[in-house]
């Protein structure tokens, strides 16, 4: 899990380059803000966090399965990272700003994540 990296992932950077390709100009986790969002879009105060399914715990295939060894450890690990998701949105929320999670898998269909990206920010 070493080898896990928590910037510049893969999934992240098919969504940065999604954004880049629609004009849209961004800045990387802003340090200043909660959660540390992955882009975010200060003169439209909107932020977008690009989650893995796995350690977020998305109900999807990749994201409902849980390691056989030391299985206890790592659905609390995951419960405690979407609490922590959870309080980071709704304190990103109540300071005026918009959020938009993007899930691994969601970033396979270049289509679908397109199309939700280009609603959000617009």
């Not at 629609?22 to 540390?36: M, Q, S, T």
Request: hydrophobic share 35%; with cysteine.
């Amino acid at each position: 899990m070493r080898a896990v990296r928590g910037k510049d992932t893969g999934p992240e950077m098919v969504v940065r380059r999604l954004i880049h390709s629609l004009g849209f100009r961004y800045r990387l986790y802003a340090k200043d803000l909660p959660g540390k969002p992955d882009l975010v879009f200060r003169g439209h105060r909107k932020a977008i966090f690009v989650h893995g399914c796995f350690w977020h715990g998305h109900r999807c295939k990749r994201g409902s399965r849980v390691p056989t060894a030391n299985q206890e450890y790592w659905e609390r690990k995951i419960a405690r990272n979407r609490e922590r998701d959870k309080a980071v949105r709704k304190e990103l929320l109540g300071a005026g700003w918009r959020v938009l999670s993007v899930w691994e898998c969601e970033t396979r269909d270049a289509g679908v994540i397109a199309g939700k990206v280009k609603r959000f920010l617009e």
